[in-house]
T-cell receptor, first 112, second 110 residues
Framework: DTAVSQTPKYLVTQMGNDKSIKCEQNLGHDTMYWYKQDSKKFLKIMFSYNNKELIINETVPNRFSPKSPDKAHLNLHINSLELGDSAVYFC???????????FGSGTQLSVL | GQSLEQPSEVTAVEGAIVQINCTYQTSGFYGLSWYQQHDGGAPTFLSYNALDGLEETGRFSSFLSRSDSYGYLLLQELQMKDSASYFCALPSNSGYALNFGKGTSLLVTP
């Protein structure tokens, strides 16, 4: 069983479109995250949720809207996609305040 | 705010020992973590230091000096499969995220 699974693995789309990435974890963790990794491999926190509540929103454009329907799921919806949104998006989970994050396999988003 | 500095690239020979340094600035300190990421893969947790000293996990060790705001990851008996990016990370001030350094790309050569 995959601990943190995110879909799709690849997403190729046109500028201006809206897309969603789904994430699920079966580790029983309360905290979930979205990270963006750019072409230079810089991993930047976007959002952090604890027990379905938004904890961190790191100066992310409001075109990005996370949603946590329950503790095991954290989805990411992106409106009006821009070229600069092209990156790998990683979902992760952990126990609250724990340094050991478990990452999903990533979603490679390419905006054309 | 926080900052983490680590070398962008390191090259070493198979079987050798390599040290990847990380210096940091943070207002409150709650521990330094290390992650490994192979090309095309996800970051995976390697180690965590909350207190000064050396933590050993097999061929990998991690060291922390809080007074120097400095840590390093030591990889021994390098293998080709150790070629990857290595990230040091600090908990954010909220404690609900990790802030990562820009990563060190390690290339192990035959």
């Amino acid at each position: 069983d995959t601990a943190v699974s995110q879909t799709p693995k690849y997403l190729v789309t046109q500028m201006g479109n809206d897309k969603s990435i789904k994430c699920e974890q079966n580790l029983g963790h309360d905290t979930m995250y979205w990270y963006k990794q750019d072409s230079k491999k810089f991993l930047k926190i976007m959002f952090s949720y604890n027990n379905k509540e938004l904890i961190i929103n790191e100066t992310v454009p409001n075109r990005f809207s996370p949603k946590s329907p329950d503790k095991a799921h954290l989805n990411l919806h992106i409106n009006s996609l821009e070229l600069g949104d092209s990156a790998v998006y990683f979902c992760a989970s952990s126990h609250p305040g724990n340094e050991k994050l478990f990452f999903g396999s990533g979603t490679q988003l390419s905006v054309l | 705010g926080q900052s983490l500095e680590q070398p962008s690239e390191v090259t070493a020979v198979e079987g050798a020992i390599v040290q990847i340094n990380c210096t940091y600035q943070t207002s409150g300190f709650y521990g330094l973590s290390w992650y490994q990421q192979h090309d095309g893969g996800a970051p995976t947790f390697l180690s965590y230091n909350a207190l000064d000293g050396l933590e050993e996990t097999g061929r990998f060790s991690s060291f922390l000096s809080r007074s120097d705001s400095y840590g390093y990851l030591l990889l021994q008996e390098l293998q080709m499969k150790d070629s990857a990016s290595y990230f040091c990370a600090l908990p954010s001030n909220s404690g609900y995220a990790l802030n990562f350094g820009k990563g060190t790309s390690l290339l192990v050569t035959p």
